[in-house]
């Protein structure tokens, strides 16, 4: 089992960046697969992006492409997410989801995932 903790949001400017951090409890988590999604008030939960166990592979939302970079550090137990170039519609509440993975598949589905972070809030003002 893993737990997880989302810090790094805030509110900033269209146009600026955030970096937010997934910090994870545990020893191994280099067999999780990880996930950041989005919830705006009012809507579903939606994908953002995903990273393999050993972060060779990322994956991530036409609406986030080119604009924001997921990585992690298994050293350090943490997955990040560089947001660059942010948009209002980028308001939202931000989590990460792991699961035991061993295979090369990154899913967007909310119901492929496990465990489930406290989320943390960005929003990008106009």
């Known amino acids: 089992q893993v737990q997880l903790?989302?810090?790094g949001g805030g509110l900033v400017q269209a146009g600026g960046s955030l970096r937010l951090s997934c910090a994870a409890s545990g020893r191994t988590f280099s067999l999780y697969t990880v996930g950041w999604f989005r919830q705006a008030p009012g809507k579903e939960r939606e994908f953002v992006?995903?990273?393999s166990r050993n972060g060779g592979s990322t994956y991530y939302?036409?609406?986030v492409k080119g604009r924001f970079?997921?990585?992690r550090d298994n050293a350090e137990n943490t997955v990040y997410l560089q947001m660059n170039s942010l948009k209002p519609e980028d308001t939202a509440d931000y989590c990460c989801g792991a699961r035991v993975d061993?295979?090369?598949a990154l899913p967007m589905s909310v119901k492929a995932y496990d465990y489930w972070g406290q989320g943390t809030q960005v929003t990008v003002s106009s």
Do not use: Y
Request: aromatic share 6%; no cysteine.
């Open 5 to 7: 903790v989302e810090s």
């Open 49 to 51: 992006a995903a990273i």
């Open 61 to 63: 939302a036409d609406s």
């Open 69 to 71: 970079t997921i990585s």
């Open 102 to 104: 061993f295979t090369s």
